[in-house]
């Protein structure tokens, strides 16, 4: 599956910006899908995912502020973000995590810069 992720930008302190990831096959069977960013220096981290059956998880950092989605008539992933903060400020990444016959495989997008100004 291919991940083609959108929608980042500039964007000021206590602004608002949603990402997309379009995948290139249905998602309506990928056991999960999920948002990572990496800062510069830092390691990627988990942002949020979202499950087949829609069941979602954040990082601390971003709980009430981000909101994972998925639209599966679309094939598409939206990470909604609000009240955005200058440490917001990395590329973001999609993944899709497909397990068939008991093996697991990621998949990544190629990322979006967010740059969150003060």
């Known amino acids: 599956v291919q991940l083609v992720e959108s929608g980042g930008g500039l964007v000021q302190a206590g602004g608002a910006r949603r990402l997309s990831c379009a995948a290139s096959?249905?998602?309506?069977?990928?056991?999960?899908m999920g948002w990572y960013r990496q800062a510069p220096g830092k390691q990627r981290e988990l942002v949020a995912d979202?499950?087949?059956?829609?069941?979602?998880n954040y990082a601390d950092s971003v709980k009430g502020r981000y909101t994972i989605s998925r639209d599966n008539a679309k094939n598409t992933v939206y990470l909604q973000m609000t009240s955005l903060k200058p440490e917001d400020t990395a590329i973001y990444y999609c993944?899709?995590?497909?397990?068939?016959?008991?093996?697991?495989?990621?998949?990544w997008g190629q990322g979006t810069q967010v740059t969150v100004a003060s």
């Open positions: 993944l899709a995590t497909i397990e068939t016959m008991g093996v697991t495989s990621d998949y």
């Open positions: 979202i499950t087949s059956d829609s069941s979602t």
């Open positions: 096959r249905s998602i309506f069977s990928i056991n999960a």
